[in-house]
């Protein structure tokens, strides 16, 4: 027997492609550099499931912001040691030091800073305190202690027990924006002496760092100033 086949039919619709509810965010590009704390434009578009832009959303997004990869910065050739900040042969030292912009590098979060420890102090360092600030200078002209908008980044009860590279993890990280020069302070508070530790340094060609150490007969080394407290020196070494 045979088979013939049925005629063919067909129909055509107008489909409207309506996008469905946000499933992702994209941005679009932003020029580089940026810094920290200005603002700046961007433009956020919201896509659905299947790539088609979703032109009717009017929500509200919850951005944050992350560093991906972390890159380590020596600063210095280190072929000096300097007995600060770890001047341990006094009660009390604080050192604050200029490191300029050329060294540092590019913006970012700062989570730590290490020291290559020569030498051991040789007791624990109360009241271990790093803290950071931008800074206009690139030398000291006049040796002076800074006072104000300081970012206290690690404070701890140090206990220096080796040689080599130590490293202090930030409780508070560091926003370095990567046009200034970046201060650094660091101070200790005992109520004895024992002898002091060192460090790899590095000479600088002009006076990029201060320093003071005192017996406790000049009260809390992260309070001294212009007008109280141990006045300072100036040194061209560079921790």
């Not at 027997?1 to 619709?13: K, L, M």
């Not at 200078?137 to 080599?164: F, M, P, R």
């Not at 409780?171 to 060192?198: A, C, E, I, K, R």
Request: aromatic fraction near 14%; charged fraction near 10%; proline fraction near 6%.
């Amino acid at each position: 027997f045979g088979c013939r086949p049925f005629p063919s039919q067909g129909s055509s619709n107008t489909i409207d492609l309506i996008p469905g509810p946000p499933q992702y965010f994209a941005w679009d590009s932003i020029e580089s550099p940026q810094s920290v704390n200005v603002p700046f434009q961007a433009v956020i578009t919201a896509f659905d499931a299947n790539g088609f832009k979703a032109n009717g959303f009017n929500g509200t997004v919850d951005l944050s912001g992350g560093i991906f990869g972390a890159a380590t910065r020596t600063v210095g050739t280190g072929t000096g040691t300097w007995s600060f900040p770890l001047y341990a042969y006094y009660h009390d030292a604080r050192t604050q030091v200029i490191y300029r912009a050329s060294d540092i590098g590019s913006a970012g979060v700062i989570t730590s800073l290490s020291l290559n420890v020569t030498k051991k102090p040789g007791q624990i360092l109360n009241n271990w305190t790093i803290r950071m600030k931008h800074t206009p200078l690139s030398t000291y002209n006049t040796a002076t202690w800074e006072t104000e908008d300081w970012t206290l980044v690690y404070q701890a009860k140090e206990n220096i027990g080796t040689t080599g590279w130590k490293t202090f993890v930030f409780t508070t990280p560091f926003h370095y924006n990567g046009l200034q020069n970046l201060m650094v302070d660091f101070s200790f508070n005992n109520s004895s002496y024992t002898s002091y530790g060192s460090c790899s340094c590095t000479q600088a060609s002009g006076y990029q760092s201060i320093y003071a150490y005192s017996d406790s007969g000049h009260g809390d080394p992260l309070l001294w100033s212009a007008s109280t407290g141990k006045v300072p020196t100036a040194s061209r070494n560079v921790p």
